[in-house]
C-alpha cells in the first residue's frame, strides 16, 4: 500500500495539534470584553446609587457671595435651593432664574455645585447709574437702563435724573417718537460717558427732549450736553473746558467741535 502523501501527513498534524492560536485568542478576548462589561455596570451602579441614593452627597450648606446691599439670608431664601436633596439632581438653572426674577437687583448669578454637600450662590449686584425720585423714594437705574429697586435713602455720589419733558407741543412729537423708557436710556448712556472727574461733581442729568440732555454739576455749573450721540468726543471736550475755563458757570459741548463756555 502506498505510503500517505505530504498533503495528508499535514493535515493529520494540523488536527493534533488543535485548534490555532487565533481561535484561543478570540475565545479569551471574548471572556476579557464579558468581564469588562459585568464591571462597567456594577460601577455604574455603584456610582448611581453614591450620586442619587446615597446620603454621601446630598445638600448640606448654601454659601453666598458677591452680597453688597443683599444679604446673604435674602439670597438663600429667594433661592430655594432644596436642603437634603441629592447634589446631582439640583437644578442649577431654576435657582439662577429663580434669583434674578425674585431679587432684580441681581445683575449675573452663577450657581455651582461644591461636592460633596454645597451649592455655592456667586452673585453680582447691579449699580446705579442714576436716580429717579418719586415720592420721597429713588428708583435706582443701572447702566442698562433697567430700574431694578427702590430705595428709601439715595446712594451717595449718584446723580439724579430729572425728566422735563412737556406734554404739548413740539417736545409732544419728540415723545411720542421716543418714549420715556428711550428718554431714560438715552440719559443713561450720556450719564456712561461722562468722565470720571466730571462725574463725581455731577448732580444730575435733565432730559427735556432727545437732542436737549444738560448736566448740572456742583458750584451752580451747567452743561448743555445735547443728544447722547458722540458721548466719548463731548466728555474729552467738557474736561479740556473745565480746565481751560475754571470760573464759567455756563458749558456747551452740544456740538464737540465747537464747544463754548461763558460766565454769565
Known amino acids: 500500500m502506498a505510503g500517505s502523501t ?7 498534524q494540523r488536527e493534533s495539534s488543535g485548534p490555532p492560536p487565533v481561535r484561543r485568542w478570540g475565545r479569551r478576548h471574548l471572556r476579557l470584553i464579558i468581564l469588562l462589561a459585568v464591571a462597567l455596570v456594577f460601577l455604574g451602579s455603584g456610582t448611581f446609587w453614591l450620586l442619587y441614593g446615597s446620603d454621601l452627597a ?8 458677591g452680597a453688597r446691599v443683599l444679604t446673604p439670608g435674602q439670597v438663600r431664601e429667594a433661592a430655594e435651593v432644596p436642603v437634603g436633596d441629592p447634589l446631582a439632581m439640583v437644578d442649577t438653572e431654576t435657582i439662577a432664574s429663580r434669583l434674578r426674577q425674585e431679587l432684580p437687583r441681581i445683575g449675573t448669578v452663577d450657581v455651582v455645585r461644591s461636592w460633596p454637600h454645597g451649592i455655592g450662590l456667586k452673585i453680582t ?6 436716580l429717579m425720585e ?4 429713588f428708583i ?11 430705595v428709601s435713602k439715595a446712594p451717595h455720589g449718584v446723580p439724579r435724573l430729572e425728566l422735563t419733558v412737556r406734554r404739548s407741543g413740539t417736545t409732544a412729537a419728540s415723545l411720542r417718537r421716543f418714549d420715556e423708557g428711550r428718554l431714560v436710556r438715552e440719559a443713561v448712556r450720556v450719564a456712561r460717558d461722562v468722565p470720571d472727574s466730571v462725574a463725581r461733581a455731577t448732580r444730575s442729568v435733565n432730559v427735556r427732549t432727545y437732542d ?26 467738557l474736561t479740556a473746558l473745565l480746565k481751560a475755563a475754571p470760573d ?13 463756555s461763558s460766565a454769565g
Open 248 to 260: 464759567a458757570r455756563h458749558f456747551d459741548v452740544s456740538v464737540p467741535t465747537a464747544p463754548a
Open 140 to 150: 435706582e437705574i443701572d447702566a442698562e437702563g433697567v430700574r431694578y429697586a427702590t
Open 212 to 237: 436737549d440732555i444738560s448736566l448740572k454739576l456742583t458750584g451752580g455749573r451747567e452743561v448743555a450736553w445735547g443728544s447722547a450721540e458722540e458721548g466719548a468726543a463731548k466728555g474729552r471736550t
Open 134 to 137: 418719586k415720592g420721597g423714594e
Open 125 to 130: 449686584e447691579r449699580t446705579p447709574v442714576l
Open 6 to 12: 505530504t498533503a495528508e501527513r499535514g493535515e493529520r
Open 58 to 65: 446630598r445638600v448640606e450648606r448654601v454659601s453666598v457671595s
